[in-house]
């Protein structure tokens, strides 16, 4: 079956603009999860939706947003881009996020320039 | 709130060696626990988790990780390293009252010498 999808592998992007990431999870899984993964400040989890609502939130401005679509493919959007945004994103999905180990996808690399 | 600390950066052994990666957590409650691994330019895959069954869980690839709640401690092992083990490993705990969120450790690097 297959796994969870991240497009694009690769962004370069200038400052003050703005990215949308997008993320399918694994057919039949409903939560999905965000995470940026720096070397300063390792893997951080940025939101997690379920059934198009977002249950839980992490500490980053409100520069970063998502959503999620009724067939649980999930979008992320990073506006006035900075280079700290600099990158890889990681998708992850569950079938509820109760417990459950979630599966993630390869990930987006993301430069800011 | 719960965190997760993974003692030492890095994590050399030889090939054939016992690995040893540590994890201890905090946490106020019985948490889920996971490891992960991540080899250059992937994702995430998971290893093993637990989530309040056997103390002792066995994952892929020959790992597994020993639960001692008195130690707050999930740390993971393998008898003998193979050259492919080398990548970076992740502990990673959630709260079973609000288990949509990952809370990861700083990763262990193990390199695997022959």
């Known amino acids: 079956k297959a796994g969870v999808t991240q497009t694009p592998r690769y962004l370069i992007k200038t400052r003050g603009q703005q990215v949308t990431l997008s993320c399918s999870p694994i057919?039949?899984?409903?939560?999905v999860s965000w995470y940026q993964q720096t070397p300063g400040q390792g893997l951080q989890f940025l939101f997690e939706?379920?059934?198009?609502?977002?249950?839980n939130k992490g500490n980053f401005p409100g520069r970063f947003s998502g959503r999620q679509f009724s067939n649980s493919r999930s979008e992320m959007n990073v506006s006035t881009l900075e280079l700290g945004d600099s990158a890889l994103y990681l998708c992850?999905?569950?079938?509820?996020?109760?417990?459950?180990?979630?599966?993630f996808g390869s990930g987006t690399r993301l430069t800011v320039v | 709130a719960q965190s997760v600390t993974q003692l030492g950066s890095h994590v050399s052994v030889s090939e054939g060696a016992l690995v040893l990666l540590r994890c201890n957590y905090s946490?106020?409650?019985?948490?889920?626990l996971f490891w992960y691994v991540q080899y250059p330019n992937q994702g995430l895959q998971l290893l093993l988790k637990y989530t309040s069954a056997a103390t002792l869980v066995k994952g892929i690839n020959g790992f597994e990780a020993e639960f001692k709640k008195s130690e707050t401690s999930f740390h993971l092992t393998k008898p003998s390293a193979h050259m492919s083990d080398a990548a970076e490993y992740f502990c990673?705990?959630?709260?079973?009252?609000?288990?949509?969120?990952?809370?990861f450790g700083t990763g262990t690097r193990l390199q695997v010498f022959p």
């Open positions: 990673a705990v959630s709260d079973p009252r609000n288990t949509d969120k990952l809370i």
């Open positions: 992850a999905s569950s079938l509820s996020g109760q417990g459950e180990a979630y599966t």
């Open positions: 946490s106020s409650v019985p948490p889920y």
């Open positions: 057919s039949g899984h409903r939560s």
């Open positions: 939706y379920f059934s198009e609502t977002q249950r």
